[in-house]
T-cell receptor, first 114, second 113 residues
Framework: NAGVTQTPKFQVLKTGQSMTLQCAQDMNHEYMSWYRQDPGMGLRLIHYSVGAGITDQGEVPNGYNVSRSTTEDFPLRLLSAAPSQTSVYFC?????????????FGAGSRLTVL | AQTVTQSQPEMSVQEAETVTLSCTYDTSESDYYLFWYKQPPSRQMILVIR??????QNATENRFSVNFQKAAKSFSLKISDSQLGDAAMYFC??????????FGTGTSLTVIP
């Protein structure tokens, strides 16, 4: 059981470049989300999805796009990277329903924007 | 405000001793869940313990236990018999009936041999 798989683990971009962080889960979780982790700021929610075809914004959505075409995959797109997007990104998922409120995290992706 | 506050950026403990990490939160909801996550140097986020707000009994998981004070909106984590492997960043988090988890800013725990 792989859980939540994120790729790549590390990425360096130049300002203005675009890229996609991939996230896949094999637990049939309806809920998937993306967080960014910055020193002294904890984890902040970027976008989330409660099912295929449904996405919504979190606390810090600007500069990021998401889509959810399947239950398993939830990619995060940076259309024009900025140095302020240098961060560690986490994908996390959980099932919906009573008792299914524990977030399972991927291993994280460290992104540096020069 | 939907905040989670961890007022201790750094803590240290001697191996085999006990340490308590503090967390306070703000919510207007009556139904919610609280969590402690551990993030070792590997960066992986690991669930340590979970507490349902409607349960008065404090959750325990082996050497980890919580002191949940609902009226005070306080949720501290106690680590007993600290081990070197407990060294990590610890995050307190809250989830209510919405779709967002709210995380604190973390406490970095050092275990001194």
């Amino acid at each position: 059981n792989a859980g939540v798989t994120q790729t790549p683990k590390f990425q360096v971009l130049k300002t203005g470049q675009s890229m996609t962080l991939q996230c896949a889960q094999d637990m049939n979780h309806e809920y998937m989300s993306w967080y960014r982790q910055d020193p002294g700021m904890g984890l902040r929610l970027i976008h989330y999805s409660v099912g295929a075809g449904i996405t919504d914004q979190g606390e810090v959505p600007n500069g990021y796009n998401v889509s959810r075409s399947t239950t398993e995959d939830f990619p995060l797109r940076l259309l024009s990277a900025a140095p302020s997007q240098t961060s560690v990104y986490f994908c996390a998922s959980r099932g919906l329903g009573s008792g299914a409120n524990v977030l399972t995290f991927g291993a994280g992706s460290r992104l540096t924007v020069l | 405000a939907q905040t989670v506050t961890q007022s201790q950026p750094e803590m240290s403990v001697q191996e085999a001793e006990t340490v308590t990490l503090s967390c306070t939160y703000d919510t207007s909801e009556s139904d919610y869940y609280l969590f402690w996550y551990k993030q070792p140097p590997s960066r992986q986020m690991i669930l340590v313990i979970r507490q349902e707000a409607y349960k008065q009994q404090n959750a325990t998981e082996n050497r980890f236990s919580v002191n949940f004070q609902k009226a005070a909106k306080s949720f501290s984590l106690k680590i007993s018999d600290s081990q070197l492997g407990d060294a990590a960043m610890y995050f307190c988090a809250r989830w209510n009936t919405g779709n967002q988890f709210y995380f604190g800013t973390g406490t970095s725990l050092t275990v001194i041999p």
